[in-house]
Structures are given as C-alpha cells and as structure tokens.
C-alpha cells in the first residue's frame, strides 16, 4: 500500500493547501483527494510539480507498507 504524507510535508513547509493548489494550477478539491489519499493515482509530473514547490522528494510524499493481504 502506498501512503501519501503530503499533509507531513505541507505542515514542516508551513503551507496550505489553498496556497498550495495555487501554486500548482489545480483545483483544491484535486489536491485535496492527493493529501487524504483518496486516489487511486497519481501523474508523474503532477508529482513532480509538487516535488518542485515543495522542495522535496518523492520518497518524502510517499511511504510503502505491505498489505495483509500482501504477506
């Protein structure tokens, strides 16, 4: 399972989500389901637009944990 921790890295940059979704031209409802994990995907470089604004990187956004059904 892939974790987002956009709301870690949004809260250690002191930026919200309105700003945020301003900054990447999308809507905060979009940004909104990417930060609550409500997404099934992802585009890279809508990854990658955040990565930029947020001075980070994917692994920083990202975290992985195996599902029980995994194991």
Not at 3 to 18: E, P, T, Y
């Amino acid at each position: 399972m892939i974790i987002i921790r956009l709301d870690r890295v949004m809260a250690d940059r002191k930026i919200s989500l309105r700003k945020l979704a301003m900054e990447m031209d999308i809507s905060e409802v979009n940004l909104s389901r990417i930060k609550n994990g409500k997404i099934k995907s992802i585009r890279l470089d809508t990854l990658n637009k955040m990565c930029k604004i947020l001075d980070c990187a994917p692994k920083d956004l990202l975290d992985f944990r195996w599902d029980d059904d995994d194991l």
